[in-house]
């Protein structure tokens, strides 16, 4: 329900989704801000900002963010908020894992949809047949399965060579590849730390190395997700039950089918987020193992304004921040600082531009810090880099969440025929 | 409006027992298909309770989650969740530690200090949601989710050896605190243990929500502004600053939530500090219908499941998962959402009924003076 004051519509056109930055724009301030990093990285000397590397830890990282922000997508357009994103990712690991290491990887990927899916239906009968409080159910969700796997682990995995009560059987791999050719030469490319050449190759590398087959249906995911959503008759009546459900019932759209539909979709979304943690990501089921991915592949949806392509923006910047975690994560948060700090300049002149002057000297002032940090120290604490995705959430949403405009009716009960 | 009040009893008690029967008959659904007894273990739970030991594990531990709940019932009553009692929890609890551990003042001085201390770290953790909430829009689920994690890290920097981390044994813990600010428990023998001194915080706490909530004008305003936003601006109701305040004080009861437990018994703070009280809270609160007397309840309940479920584990001649309890609490929480929704429209379908009758008869009477009056 809360969520529902996140953005009362204010925008003038809400025809067009709340969008201001048209696509060249768009562009134009990704280009920005790679040849920003570039200099930063010729600046600091910490080439492992944009490193082949790097990119590719991001890219596994934000494949369950991903799949999470577009499990909640499905059930948010039709009107569901889903909370329970977590719960359900986390049956999507105990279900992959489970038959995972019994009948091979991929099994355990149609099982930790399934697992996923199960939860869903819980979620949907809570909210869409008895309206419930839709956060209130998810979080119940979130606790239920917690609980269900542990139980499960003690009678599956306890016994089973090799596991524990904590962890499962080691799961066969699904195996990676490399796109042949192009792979390594833009690794060399990458390797060689020219201004911006190397930024792009490590970029574009760290996409097409050592791939996971599972990975490349994610990514596919997203485009299909938006075509099926806004190009099928399909899609306009389950985003119809998000925006207006009274209007969409008039016209004979069944609203409880179609919010059934859309937050067992969700669920799947989510089970197979979670698969991909326990056969991709690593190669066992573990006791929390999501670690609150759920949640932040909510705040991934939200911030990609819900839509597909913003959300995987938002799962890619997350799953870049977290990949930090791993791989040098100390010196190179420290030259990011430097960036934010440069960033938050033009932010600064932006506002003034704007005739925002109290936010401009704000912004400015912050600004000022992060140079300062960035200046009398060479490394940051461990913890910062641990914190930085969610610090990155946090300031996300609050430079952008007064421009976005959620499903109208999301969140809000809906009782067939209470618009008569 | 007497015989109402009836009505109101039965629909408020028939929601928790539908929920509790229906969560033990799932949970026996469960155990039978894991091909155990489906009821020996709640006797055994049961049975652990004449224990004087386990009678204060419970009541020590319901008091932590008591006030916990009660900080996100506050946020409950006016559609506010704060998801980030856990952190708002953990990151007071290891403040009033650290101050606890470095400032020395005479007892009657130094607990109500750590007391401030505790609430006040707990309403600036929540503070930053609500600030982000009014002034950003940012919406309060995801922001105390990722303050949570936030926390987290915070905690573990500040615990670091060269801040106010101090190694005692193989823990890193923050050292240990003044004595003068320990608060001194109910000590009912060797065996049995001690009653925390700050269960009657929790107590005082209890009183004085339900007096905000339902004597004083700033409470009638927070539930007006939960029950309809916008029929509260209309009575002149300023609801970003309601917000913002339901968030500070929220929080500070979060904040106060762990020192019964860090003042009466373990005197520092380490990372065996109970994790995920402020999730269990948001289980009990609903439970307990975000009602003072109704929470106290559900706490002692969820404080038995806990305290007495570990026996399970040690049962002859079959042991049982302990896990079982953490299910059932799953089971209670999604059988409580739907049977309050049930039964309220349940009620309103009776209430509607009887309306419908009584109009009917004074219809009916009206018609017939009609007649006569003809």
Redesign the interface.
Known sequence: MSTATIAKPQAKQPGKGGRRMSLPVLLLVIAGVLVLTSVVRLISGADGITSTGQMSTALRLAVPIGLAGLGGLWAERAGVVNIGLEGMMILGTWFGAWAGYQWGPWTGVAFGIIGGALGAVLHAIATVTFNVNHIVSGVALNILALGTTRYLSKFTFEDAPQGSSKQSPPIESLGTFDVPGLSDWLNTLNEKHWFLISDIAGLVGGLITNLSPLTVVAVALVPATWYVLWRTSFGLRLRSCGENPVAAESLGVNVYKYKYIAVIISGGFAGLGGAFLSIVASNVYLDGQTAGRGYIGLAAMIFGNWMPGGLALGAGLFGYTDSLNLRGGTTNVHALILLLAILLVFGAAYLAWKKKYVSAVVTLVISAVMFLWYAGTDEVPRQVVSAAPYLVTLLVLSLSAQRLRMPKADGLPYRKGQGK | MKKFDKERLLLAVAGPVIALVSAILLTSV?LIA?GKNPFEPYGLMLEQVPYSDVQVLIINQASLYYIAALAVALGFRM???N?GVDGQYRLAAMMVAVVGAHVALPAFLQVPLLLLVGALTGAFWAGIAGV?KVT????????T???N??A???I??LT?RDNFGVLVGDNVTTGVMKESGWVPGIDLGEDVGEIYGLVFLAVALGIGYWIVLNRTRFGFDLRATGES?TAAAASGVNAKRMVLTAMLISGAVAGLSGLPLLLGDAHTYSLSFPAGLG?TA??IA?LGRNNPGGIALAALLWAFLEKTSPALDYATPVAY?K??A??????I??AV??SY??VRQWGLRRQQKRVGAELAAQAANNNAKKEVAA
């Open positions: 469960v894991s559609n506010l969740f998801i982000l950003r829009g940012v919406s309060e689920v995801v922001a989710i990722m303050l994690a936030i987290t890290s915070l573990g920097y670091l936003e999730f948001i289980g609903l998962e896990e079982i953490t299910i059932m609490q799953g089971l929480v999604f959402v739907i929704e049930f």
